[in-house]
């Protein structure tokens, strides 16, 4: 997949810095689970960026969900599905979509899941390492279908290079097994309310 086309997903009311952004995690949350189910249905087809998460002390996931795909029409398909979502459709607005400028010359930025080695794992000490770098990642807790648990979804931002072929996971991110790196696009126009 080449990341030729996106567009952005809001939460409805949300704020971009301070207090306002506390209830738009239920919805990011929720969102991205819906998100994934879409992905995992169409594997390697869609990307998933967050434009405003933020690292750090107060680390959060942001409150727009940025979708990349190779074909514009793609999006649609995204869009319809979560339109016919009544757990979604009214706590979310839809962007334009967007190509990609073919010459971008701006950033790229990878989105990569990151993975905390799990309590039986023998590597020990790389998971303390990796619990106390996880303090800074914004994170989503999911369930997991397949075993019924719930987990931590991690997402760590890495400035990068432009890539020519992505192949991202079921949630839309980067693995280190299969890096790639999404256009770091400011946003544009204001984002309306789809047209039924």
Known sequence: ??????????????????????PALPVVTRLISLLHSIFRDHPGRFAMALPGMRTGENRHPGHVVRVFTENRDDLYLIQDALQQNE???????????????????????EYRRYRIPGTRSRLEKCREYRIKHADSLPYVRLGSKSTGQAF?????????????????????????TKRFCLPDIKPAARHHAPKN
């Open 1 to 22: 997949m080449k990341p030729n086309a996106y567009f952005d997903i809001e939460i409805r009311g949300a704020a971009s810095a301070g207090a306002g952004q506390i």
């Open 87 to 109: 757990r979604i459709h009214g706590y979310v607005l839809y962007g334009r979509h967007n190509d990609v400028p073919e010459n971008f010359d701006g950033e790229w930025i």
């Open 152 to 176: 931590s979804l991690y997402f760590e931002l890495r400035p990068g290079e432009k890539t020519g072929d992505c192949e991202p996971d079921s949630y839309g991110l980067s693995i280190p």
